[in-house]
């Protein structure tokens, strides 16, 4: 008997997804194997009821699986629900208080950029995202900071799906117009929305990455523009990517 026949079903199970949550593309099963070393029916099996039960996808028509809703459900639930949710908690209520408009903890799912935590203003006049909320990923600060943190080439692939929804006037309904700010945000480190999503609202974003530099969550405060201006919320980036910076070591940083 091997050392990999001994390895539990569901560690095995366990140990898929983890060389998948690693890879920054779409893996076939022979490719999963070459790290696991086992039997090659037993990881075709394996990912075949992963797939089944929502937790991996194929990439289009392919062989190659990438992770699903339900696996990043799960994830995002293990972040939110673990100690390290106080920890968050705390620096978005940092934030909020240096920025003074309401602070966003957005990830990305299937359906668009999703608000998993978020602290208000206490300014009366607010606009109203609750937790929970998703939005688009073309036309939100958060939304173009994801698809910015994607590779040139799978940011033009990705987009390339996208229906580019005008939603005001200010709205990227181009694939070409949409890539070269990408571009442009790739480079500076930032996500502005300029009434992009909705009139009368400018948001701000910045990636949260993980150790080894991938994308995590996008960190963004939004306000009316009746009291932001756009110069204002740029002024505005360094206390984000300080918070960003703290936010990535509460998660990933061993205690």
Not at 52 to 57: A, K, V
Request: hydrophobic share 45%; proline share 4%; charged share 20%.
């Amino acid at each position: 008997m091997t050392e990999t026949d001994r390895i539990p079903t569901n560690l095995r199970t366990l140990m898929i997804l983890e060389i998948l949550g690693r890879s920054d593309q779409a893996m076939t099963a022979t490719e999963i194997n070459a790290a696991l070393g086992l039997p090659k029916q037993t990881v075709h099996r394996l990912c075949a009821t992963l797939e089944q039960n929502g937790f991996l996808t194929r990439q289009g028509n392919s062989r190659r699986f990438q992770v699903a809703r339900r696996l990043r459900e799960l994830g995002a639930g293990l972040l939110y629900n673990s100690r390290d949710h106080i920890a968050r908690r705390q620096i978005l209520l940092d934030v909020a208080h240096q920025i003074g408009e309401t602070v966003n903890y957005v990830v990305p799912e299937d359906a668009g950029m999703s608000y998993l935590d978020r602290v208000e203003t206490d300014w009366a006049f607010r606009i109203q995202l609750p937790i929970g909320t998703h939005v688009p990923f073309h036309c939100t600060a958060s939304g173009k900071s994801f698809l910015a943190s994607l590779a040139p080439a799978a940011r033009k692939r990705f987009v390339a799906t996208l229906t580019l929804e005008g939603m005001t006037e200010a709205t990227h309904t181009s694939q070409e117009s949409l890539l070269e700010e990408l571009a442009l945000i790739a480079r500076q480190g930032y996500a502005l929305d300029q009434e992009e999503f909705l009139e009368g609202m400018v948001a701000l974003a910045v990636p949260v990455k993980d150790p080894a530099g991938r994308f995590v969550s996008a960190l963004a405060f939004h306000g009316p523009t009746q009291r932001v201006k756009l110069s204002e919320a740029v002024e505005r980036v360094d206390v984000l990517h300080a918070a960003a910076k703290r936010l990535s070591a509460a998660l990933f940083e061993q205690s």
